[in-house]
C-alpha cells in the first residue's frame, strides 16, 4: 500500500523558534492537509491545501503557521515562533479521489520546551 | 457538522465479535458514515464508509438503521493488535473534505 512519509519523527525545540515539519505526500495526490494532536485529546484539523494554495484553513492556524510545496513533492508545514501549546503529533493527509479516503501519514511529534 | 457520541472505551478478550456504535442523531440526508482506526503514535487509518443498511469490507462490518440515527462498527474475532482507538465521522461523502474527529472509543482487546 502506498505510504505518506513524515521527517522528522520527532523534533524538539525551544519556545521562539521556528520549525519546519516535512511531508511527502503518495505520488500523484493532489489534496494536502495537516492536522494535530495534542497528547491525550482528538484529531484536529489545520489545513488543506490544492493547486498550490491553501483551500481551508482552521482557528488554528493563525499567522504563526504556514504551509507550501516547495520544490513539488515535499509539503511543508513551518511554525515561525513556536509556543509551549504547540507541542503536539502533527499529521500531513493527502488524497487523491481513488479509493475515496485521505491517507495519514506517521506523524511528527513536536516537542516545545 | 453532524455531532457524534460514542463510548469513551470498551474492554474486549481476543477471538470475539466487538459492537462499537456511535449516535448521530442530527445526521443530514447526504452525509456517510466513516469510521477510523489510530493506533498509538500513528495517524488514522481508514476503516469502512456506508450510507445505509449494512456494508461489509475485509476489516469491519457497518450496520447502519433505517433512521440512520446510529450505526454499529462491528469488528469479528479482535485480535491483540486490534487495540486501538476507533473514530466515527460524519459528513460529506467526498474523502477530499476536512475530517473532523471527536474523541473515538479507545477498544482495548485482552489476551
Known amino acids: 500500500e502506498p505510504e505518506v512519509t513524515q521527517t522528522p519523527s520527532h523534533q524538539v525545540t525551544q519556545m521562539g523558534q521556528e520549525v519546519i515539519l516535512r511531508c511527502v505526500p503518495i505520488s500523484n495526490h493532489l489534496y494536502f492537509y495537516w492536522y494535530r494532536q495534542i497528547l491525550g485529546q482528538k484529531v484536529e484539523f489545520l489545513v488543506s491545501f490544492y493547486n498550490n494554495e491553501i483551500s481551508e484553513k482552521s482557528e488554528i492556524f493563525d499567522d504563526q503557521f504556514s504551509v507550501e510545496r516547495p520544490d513539488g513533492s515535499n509539503f511543508t508545514l513551518k511554525i515561525r515562533s513556536t509556543k509551549l501549546e504547540d507541542s503536539a503529533m502533527y499529521f500531513c493527509?493527502?488524497?487523491?479521489?481513488?479509493?475515496?479516503?485521505?491517507?495519514f501519514g506517521p506523524g511528527t511529534r513536536l516537542t516545545v520546551l | 457538522l453532524a455531532k457524534t457520541t460514542q463510548p469513551i472505551s470498551m474492554d474486549s478478550y481476543e477471538g470475539q465479535e466487538v459492537n462499537i456504535t456511535c449516535s448521530h442523531n442530527?445526521?443530514?440526508?447526504?452525509?456517510?458514515i466513516t469510521w477510523y482506526q489510530q493506533f498509538p503514535s500513528q495517524g488514522p487509518r481508514f476503516i469502512i464508509q456506508?450510507?445505509?443498511t449494512k456494508v461489509t469490507n475485509e476489516v469491519a462490518s457497518l450496520f447502519i438503521p433505517a433512521d440512520r440515527k446510529s450505526s454499529t462498527l462491528s469488528l469479528p474475532r479482535v485480535s491483540l493488535s486490534d487495540t486501538a482507538v476507533y473514530y466515527c465521522?460524519?459528513?460529506?461523502?467526498?474523502?477530499?473534505?476536512?475530517?473532523?474527529f471527536g474523541t473515538g472509543t479507545r477498544l482495548t482487546v485482552i489476551p
Open positions: 465521522l460524519v459528513g460529506d461523502k467526498a474523502g477530499a473534505n476536512n475530517l473532523f
Open positions: 442530527n445526521i443530514a440526508t447526504n452525509d456517510y
Open positions: 456506508g450510507y445505509k
Open positions: 493527509a493527502t488524497y487523491s479521489g481513488s479509493p475515496d479516503t485521505q491517507y
